[in-house]
Structure formats: C-alpha cells, structure tokens
C-alpha cells in the first residue's frame, strides 16, 4: 500500500511539473491581427494564462476582441485566459513580472528590432511576425540580438506562414525532383530563375469579420515599406525552395535592382479601412491633395549562389468581388517550369503547373506525383493543354489563417529541442540584410530621380 501510495505521488509530482514547464506565451503591444491569429487555435505545449502588455490603444481593444471571439465561438472555441496590463510603462512592468518565456510581437514594425534585442537581452525567446526590421540603420541591432541570443541559448523566429501553403509545398518537393524539374537554371534578370509576386489588399475580411487596420499601418516609417514587408516572406521563399536547408550567407547574394512605388488611397478608403474620418498628423507628409500615398509595392531583383531571382509585392486597395490576395511564383528547370497561378481561369485558387521541356519524360512526372501522393494523400495529375495540373484536395488547402498555426507548432518543436537548425538563423539574418539593402538602394535611386 504503501508503495502505491509513493508511486501515485510521484506520478502527480511529475505531472504538476509537466504542467509547470507549459511554455509562457507573453504578448507585447500587439498591433496586427496576426498577433491574434496564432492563438486561433490551443497548443497543449503552451500555458493557457497569456499575459499581455501594451499601452492603452484601440489596437489593444481590437486584439483583446479577437481573442474572446475564438474563445466564444460555437466550433472549437479556444480557452485563453488573459492578463492584461496596460499602461506607458507596459515593457518595464513585463520586465518587472516576468522572469521566462516567450515574447510574442506582432504590431508597429517600427519598435519591433528594439523590442527584440531587449527582450533577448533580459533571457526570453522571441516569436516575431515579420518584418523584424525596417530600416537598414537598424539592422546591426537585428545581427547584435541573434549574438546575444546564440550565447544566451535563445530562440529568435519569425512567422513565415507561406511556407505551409500546399500549392508552394508541392512546387519545392517537385524543384527537388532531378528526374522532373532537372537543376534550377542559372536566368537572368529578365528571366529569373526564380520569380515570385504576391498582390494585397488593404480592405479584406478576417476570421469572417471586415478587417479594422491601424492608422499606422499606412505610414511607412511605422509598418515598413513593401520592399522590407511582405517582401520578406517572398525572399523566404525563394531560399527555402531553391536551396532547402541549406545557409545563404550574405556574401552569397547579389543586389542587382531594387524599386518602390506608391498605392494611392482616397479619404473614403482610408475611412472605410480604418474607421477614421481624418489623417493623423504622421501621415499628412505622404498626401497629395486628398489622396494619401502609400510606399507598400516594391520588386528585388538580386542573385543567390549565383542564379538569378526577382520578388515583387503589389498592395492594392480592395480585391474584385470573390477574389482575394493573390500570389503568382515560377521555378525554372532544365526539364520543367513549375508555376503558381492564382487567376480567373483557376477562380482564384492557387494551382500548380508543370510545364515541360523536351527533356522532360512524362513518366517521370506521374511516378513523382505518385510518391508524393503518400505524404500528400490525393493530389494527382491532369493534363492541361500542353502542360501539366497537379490536383490537390480541399483537405490540403488548410488557408492563410490555419497556416499560423502550423508555423507556431515548429516554433515549438524547436522549442523544445532548445535550437535552431544552423540555416535559419543563417537564412533570417540574410533575408534581412537583403530587404533592408533593397530599400537602401531604391531609396537612393528614388532621390536621383
């Protein structure tokens, strides 16, 4: 009896430790609404009890609403408990109350780099939307923060969510295939070997509700210039597929050209996007007449272990009727092109294309797709002209929102092995440094002009 009694109490012993060594999610100043989107869905890796610090702001009040919607939907409601403290002296009071965990951030890209060497600084791992920098003067802090986070045995990640859509999955596994895609080109600027461009939109929906965004939003010098925004997912990508897993050093990349334009918003617009009737000071420098201009587009074109890319992000105001964001990627091969297509002929829908050469043997091409059809169970093959379609199943196509939480369940695997894979680090650190670059060099080109 005894010893039963003993081993019972150890069990609970463990248990409550198990319980104990939750991860501590700690939220700073969200701003976005991904902030919100990667508490979507419950991790039993991560601590209900989510603390939140942040100053007083609408942007609180929209992301503490967001949270209890999820909370208190009728499918798979979450169960976050939140604290929240808010006040000007929020990121002193976080430092003061927490002593562990991870620092959440998603909100004014301006503060991020800051927020991130402090956070590093004082012993917590950091969870970043992107962009992690928004200027090239800041980037040295963005090098400094991962030093001292390699000493310091922290994690520094940020949310790259294209990574999960199932249509650019598809496209690395089939880049990996000799026997269908042959080697990456070498291209050149006209003709990338790899090109990818996404197209966005100000007004959207978001888990089902008319996105409210930030004034600040609109301010360059606060979120970032499309060329160090979502540019930064785009360059992800182009590393991530051409060379899986392996470090890009800087000195393995090559600026060729870098641009910048503006998308113009009228007042009705920027009333409609952010339920202000007028400009805040801050973004009266970029208006002409009544029309605020926003620097959110922007194209790289730039080399990578000597092969040729191009990302471009175009932001416009509002999609047509039933469409969305959208995003357009080519792969070229010696045996095959591999194209993302998004338009009226595919409704809009991501679809994959193979589009061959003549060294491309068709058999080939359906014994991979075969193979893949294990890991990605019921995609398969149509013809299509004189290319190829991959066909993939709805239960593939999870969407941007779910992908939050895919990327989330690698930050904790990571997490939990209390490391990096060497080439992300590496990967981050030249992503950075690559759009941070760009807008140096589109800057000065903008000034000669």
């Known amino acids: 009896m005894i010893k039963i009694r003993f081993l019972f109490l150890l069990l609970l012993l463990v248990g409550c430790a198990k319980e104990h060594h939750k991860i501590q999610w700690i939220t700073i100043d969200p701003g976005h609404f991904h902030a919100a989107l990667v508490q979507k869905t419950m991790y039993p890796e991560i601590d209900p009890k989510v603390p939140i610090y942040a100053p007083k702001s609408s942007d609180l009040d929209l992301h503490l609403k967001r949270i209890e919607a999820y909370n208190l939907r009728e499918i798979n409601p979450t169960s976050w408990e939140l604290k929240t403290y808010a006040g000007s002296d929020f990121f002193e009071t976080f430092l003061k109350n927490e002593k562990e965990g991870v620092v959440m951030l998603s909100g004014n890209n301006q503060k991020k780099t800051d927020y991130i060497l402090n956070a590093v600084k004082n012993g917590f791992h950091v969870y970043a939307d992107k962009p992690m920098v928004i200027i090239p003067e800041a980037f040295k802090k963005l090098e400094t923060a991962f030093e001292i986070a390699k000493e310091n045995q922290l994690l520094i990640y940020d949310i790259m969510t294209e990574r999960s859509e199932i249509t650019t999955v598809l496209q690395k596994e089939l880049s990996q295939m000799e026997r269908v895609f042959g080697s990456l080109i070498k291209g050149t600027k006209d003709t990338p070997a790899i090109l990818k461009s996404s197209t966005h939109h100000f007004s959207k929906r978001v888990s089902g509700q008319p996105l409210i965004r930030p004034a600040w939003f609109f301010d360059s010098q606060q979120q970032g210039e499309g060329?160090?925004?979502?540019?930064?997912?785009?360059?992800?990508?182009?590393?991530?597929?051409?060379?899986?897993?392996?470090?890009?050093?800087?000195?393995?990349?090559k600026l060729i050209h870098a641009e910048r334009w503006a998308t113009p918003l009228s007042k009705v617009d920027f009333e409609k996007v952010t339920s202000l009737k007028n400009y805040p000071d801050y973004l009266k420098k970029?208006?002409?007449?009544?029309?605020?201009?926003?620097?959110?587009?922007?194209?790289?074109?730039?080399?990578?272990?000597?092969?040729?890319?191009?990302?471009?992000?175009?932001?416009?105001?509002?999609?047509?009727?039933?469409?969305?964001?959208?995003h357009y990627s080519i792969m070229r091969g010696s045996k095959a092109n591999l194209e993302?297509?998004?338009?009226?002929?595919?409704?809009?829908?991501?679809?994959?294309?193979?589009?061959p050469t003549s060294e491309l043997n068709p058999n080939n091409l359906k014994k991979a797709v075969e193979s893949l059809s294990k890991k990605y169970s019921g995609i398969g093959l149509t013809k299509s002209g004189d290319r190829w379609k991959v066909v993939i199943p709805k239960e593939l196509r999870k969407g941007h929102e779910a992908h939050f939480a895919a990327v989330t369940q690698r930050f904790i695997q990571y997490y939990n092995a209390q490391k990096l894979p060497n080439w992300e680090v590496t990967n981050m650190l030249s992503k950075y440094y690559l759009t941070t670059l760009a807008l140096s060099y589109a800057l000065e080109s903008s000034e000669k002009n």
């Open 227 to 253: 060329l160090v925004d979502v540019s930064s997912h785009l360059v992800d990508l182009v590393f991530w597929e051409s060379f899986p897993e392996e470090a890009i050093e800087k000195e393995e990349l």
């Open 286 to 326: 970029y208006l002409k007449k009544d029309s605020l201009f926003v620097h959110s587009n922007g194209s790289i074109n730039f080399t990578l272990k000597g092969h040729h890319a191009k990302v471009e992000v175009i932001w416009n105001f509002e999609a047509p009727q039933g469409t969305g964001d959208t």
């Open 340 to 355: 993302i297509v998004q338009g009226p002929d595919e409704k809009y829908i991501p679809s994959l294309y193979i589009n």
